[in-house]
């Protein structure tokens, strides 16, 4: 009797333990703050942005506003996706403040601070300003053969460079003078190199932008095109090419030294620009 009186006392001691644990649970899961349902973003209708807009001041073309496509006065641009919420117009991946909007009336807060003033043109025939602009850049397709003789002691060496336009769209984000962000497009080269003694090939090869990572940072490089291959300078080391990284449109580039030698072997060296 005594045995089973001790182990009646000790199951329930058991029992009441984890019953205390379990409420301990309870409590702590209820503290807990519920994660809410992330809101999804609800946009308006874009009705009343159909149209070209331009600057109320200026009454210069700024944007044309068809579908859910907006596009710039410029044969660059790529067209972006427009959208419109409660309290902000996203051209691509931007989001501008709207300060106040109507039917043929908007300001938008721009990326800089400023505010841009559009109104909706009455005149149908202004869409033809922007009909006027291609849907891609042209695409050149001749390539630029250039050729210099220079002479390494007694060597004599012909060097020749061609230019090959390529139709690889290399994209970047600039911004216009109203900060308003957007997107551009150019076409990357790709650039043989050849060195001849006679008729003796020293060196041939064929170079992208890829082939200078190492000199140039990746941010910069993938915005940026190969843009030129220019003749240098020929000494006892060899004949020395400079090779050109550039954003477009700008002046920002990584120059970068390739000389051959007379034994054909070519090395690189990031110089200033």
């Not at 984890?18 to 503290?31: D, I, P, T």
């Not at 843009?227 to 120059?255: N, Q, R, W």
Request: with cysteine.
């Amino acid at each position: 009797m005594i045995v089973d009186r001790i182990l009646y006392i000790i199951l329930l001691g058991v029992l009441c333990l984890c019953s205390a644990c379990e409420n301990r649970k309870v409590e702590a899961e209820a503290e807990q703050p519920q994660a809410k349902p992330e809101k999804k973003m609800e946009y308006l209708p874009l009705d009343d942005l159909q149209g070209v807009w331009v600057d109320a001041d200026s009454q210069s073309p700024f944007m044309w506003v068809r579908g859910d496509s907006v596009y710039y006065a410029d044969n660059i641009s790529v067209a972006a996706q427009v959208r419109l919420s409660q309290d902000s117009l996203w051209l691509g991946q931007e989001g501008y403040q709207v300060e106040s909007r109507g039917m043929s009336r908007l300001s938008l807060l721009t990326l800089t601070g400023n505010t841009v003033s559009l109104q909706k043109t009455q005149h149908p025939e202004d869409s033809l300003l922007f009909m006027l602009v291609p849907a891609e850049p042209v695409v050149y397709t001749e390539r630029t053969d250039r050729d210099t003789v220079t002479f390494c002691g007694e060597h004599r060496l012909h060097s020749y460079v061609t230019v090959n336009p390529t139709t690889h769209k290399v994209f970047r984000t600039s911004y216009n003078a109203e900060g308003m962000a957007v997107e551009n497009y150019s076409f990357d080269n790709v650039i043989h190199l050849s060195v001849y003694e006679g008729k003796k090939c020293l060196f041939r090869s064929n170079f992208e932008k890829t082939d200078f990572a190492k000199f140039v940072p990746e941010e910069f490089l993938s915005q940026a095109i190969l843009s030129d291959i220019t003749f240098g300078p020929t000494d006892a080391k060899g004949a020395h090419f400079h090779a050109l990284v550039c954003i477009p449109e700008g002046t920002a580039c990584y120059m970068i030294e390739l000389t051959v030698s007379l034994g054909g072997e070519v090395t690189m060296a990031l110089r200033d620009y």
